[in-house]
Antibody, heavy 122, light 108 residues
């Protein structure tokens, strides 16, 4: 059974930093690209960042580019998201998600963790 | 940036058919994917590649796509189908990854 467990969420002041982690199990972690998707309170889903199987390619939404850094450690089955210069609008539940490649070479998420709440407030 | 447009809400009575639409300019060349999110829970993939169901998803949920519109159909909707539904796809280059704004399905 695929399992994804996020950790590291919490309360941080504007301008501060936070590091989220996601521990995977139940599948060969290094065979899948991974993503972070967030959901602000009462709002919809927003794709935030993605990383290729070996970590050589990383992708970011314009809203977080230059502030967030995604990384992975395949030996530890762990995905990370380093979030710097946090803003109030970054307040959200952050989901870790496993990616698969669709028939038209579209990457999509087929399994999601339960999420970690990040609150940016003074 | 690329956008997918969904109606904010759809309401049906139990046993009726619910249809949730998702429109986007790149849908003629890109697959649509659908996620179900029940209150307080993580999203669950219910349809991939326009019309395929992952294992464990009830047959009453189906997907279709024509032109710039994809549709999630719930035949014989049940109370347990009440949830927010999100479509997902990319622009024609595959670089802009987008969720629709979400549709709240009410079954009562």
């Amino acid at each position: 059974e695929v399992q994804l467990l996020e950790s590291g969420g919490g309360l941080v002041q504007p301008g501060g930093s936070l590091r989220l982690s996601c521990t995977a199990s139940g599948f060969t972690f290094g065979s899948h690209a991974m993503s972070w998707v967030r959901q602000a309170p009462g709002k919809g889903l927003e794709w935030v960042s993605g990383i290729s199987t070996r970590g050589g390619s990383t992708f970011y939404a314009d809203s977080v580019k230059g502030r967030f850094t995604i990384s992975r450690d395949n030996s530890k089955y762990t995905l990370n998201l380093q979030m710097n210069s946090l803003r109030a609008e970054d307040t959200a539940v952050y989901y870790c998600a496993r990616e698969v490649v669709g028939g038209d070479f579209t990457d999509y998420c087929d399994h999601w963790g339960q999420g970690a709440l990040v609150t940016v407030s003074s | 940036s690329y956008e997918l447009t969904q109606p904010p809400s759809v309401s049906v009575s139990p046993g009726q058919t619910a249809r949730i639409t998702c429109s986007g300019d790149a849908l003629p060349s890109k697959y649509a994917y659908w996620y179900q999110q029940k209150s307080g829970q993580a999203p669950v993939l219910v349809i991939y590649e326009d019309n395929k169901r992952p294992s464990g998803i009830p047959e009453r949920l189906s997907g279709s796509s024509s032109g710039t519109m994809a549709t999630l159909t719930i035949s014989g909707a049940q109370v347990e189908d009440e949830a927010d539904y999100y479509c997902y796809s990319t622009d024609s280059s595959g670089n802009d990854r987008v969720f629709g704004g979400g549709t709240k399905l009410t079954v009562l």
